[in-house]
């Protein structure tokens, strides 16, 4: 496990990651994974391997960095006006994103990446925060909302376990056929 630092919002370490992770989306583009090395990425970025060792730890944890950058909302769930619309929209566009061969390289170097929980645990805090707003918007127009834990065993676990490991069964709109089961048996 690496030393990781923390990262300052401005200054040479948002300037490090800035370019590492420009580093290894570039070589992504151009390369199979499977080639891809500490020393490939700092040469790229312009900086040393022991400058990604001593950030990152090692190439795995640098790749599940770069996953929760792609992961993280750039901005709120959509607002339909109702909550099976919202979720509905919110659970396509995640399916969307997820399945991908991109998408799903992202969530295998977020697991693989993980170094005690703290990349699977952003991951969850991104997509909990993104369903939560969801549930607090409805509740507050009035509607009978599920919980969080019922949104994730019955929405989001099915859809990543298709994505991770049978990403040829995802028919349009199963994200909204989930949704439209919960609510539906509520």
């Not at 312009?46 to 950030?55: C, K």
């Not at 949104?151 to 859809?159: G, Y």
Request: with cysteine; hydrophobic share 40%; proline share 5%.
């Amino acid at each position: 496990m690496g030393t990781k630092q923390a990262v300052r919002t401005g200054g040479r370490s948002a300037r490090v990651q800035q370019a590492v992770h420009e580093a290894v989306r570039a070589l992504l583009a151009e390369r199979d994974r499977a080639d891809l090395t500490v020393p490939l990425v700092a040469a790229r970025a312009g900086v040393t391997p022991s400058t990604v060792y001593r950030r990152w730890g090692d190439l795995q944890e640098l790749l599940a960095d770069v996953a929760l950058e792609h992961m993280r909302p750039d901005g709120p769930p959509a607002d339909l006006g109702s909550l099976r619309d919202d979720l509905a929209a919110w659970a396509e566009e995640w399916l969307e994103e997820t399945s991908s061969p991109t998408g799903r390289a992202f969530i295998r170097d977020v697991v693989a990446g993980d170094d005690g929980g703290r990349s699977t645990g952003q991951c969850c805090a991104y997509t909990s925060g993104r369903i939560q707003a969801v549930l607090t918007r409805s509740a507050g127009r009035g509607e009978d909302v599920p919980t969080l834990d019922a949104v994730l065993d019955h929405v989001l676990a099915p859809m990543t376990y298709r994505v991770l490991f049978m990403s040829d069964s995802l028919a349009p709109g199963y994200g909204r056929a989930l949704v439209d089961a919960l609510l539906d048996a509520r």
